[in-house]
């Protein structure tokens, strides 16, 4: 069981716009501990996608954006497109486990 | 570019030793703290372990501590890790990723490719 929770799937046809949700608590998200995502593509290491208030490593589209509100956190993908099917994470810091967390990850479908 | 390569997994017993290496290039290693982080087959990630970027602090997950001992080396750009007493659910492919601080900033900015531990008899 995860300490973040995501929907273990979602989908979307291409150029449509897809969400995930990401649910932690009042020791990570809703104590203001920064939400971050990774994009893990099939057969390979994650990658960061998104961190802190929504920034952006360089060569990351701005398709992808990050949001954050009480003891959730967001990830939009808008414009979907074939390559962006892949399984996606976010992660936090646990003040009362003491290290990151992570949501058990969500595989996103491009239709 | 900034690299990190993992090594040192493969097929170990129950209750064995086993020693991870992750070769870091491309950046100034004594500069960042990094994480080791695993992921089961077809699970999720699961945070193990950092260390700060002169090896004075170092955090463990509850489901390793005791068990499992980072270390590095600035000189030879290198992190390893010490896993003692394993279990068959310590069976992941290990990455080591960078974190963006000295110490930790608690998220991963760059990662390896991984290796492949697996605890079976």
């Known amino acids: ?111 | 570019q900034v690299q990190l390569v993992e090594s040192g997994g493969g097929v170990v017993q129950p209750g064995r030793s086993l020693r991870l290496s992750c070769a870091a290039s491309g950046f100034t290693f004594s500069s960042y703290a990094i994480h080791w982080v695993r992921q089961a087959p077809g699970k999720g990630l699961e945070w193990v372990t950092v260390i700060s970027y002169d090896g004075g602090n170092k955090y463990y997950a509850d489901s390793v501590m005791g068990r499992f001992t980072i270390s590095r080396d600035n000189s030879n750009n290198t992190l390893y890790l010490q896993m003692n007493s394993l279990r068959a659910d310590d069976t992941a492919v290990y990455y080591c990723a960078r974190d963006r601080g000295r110490f930790s900033n608690w998220f991963f900015d760059y990662w390896g490719q991984g290796t492949l531990v697996t605890v079976s008899s």
């Open chain 1, 1 to 111: 069981q995860s300490v973040l929770t995501q929907p273990p799937s979602v989908s979307g046809a291409p150029g449509q716009r897809v969400t995930i949700s990401c649910t932690g608590s009042s020791s990570n998200i809703g104590a203001g501990y920064d939400v971050n995502w990774y994009q893990q593509l099939p057969g390979t290491a994650p990658k960061l996608l998104i961190y802190g208030k929504s920034n952006r490593p360089s060569g990351v589209p701005d398709r992808f954006s990050g949001s954050k509100s009480d003891t959730s956190a967001s990830l939009a993908i808008t414009g979907l497109q074939a390559e962006d099917e892949a399984d996606y994470y976010c992660q936090s810091f646990d003040s009362s486990l003491g290290g990151a967390v992570f949501g058990g990850g969500t595989k996103l479908t491009v239709l």
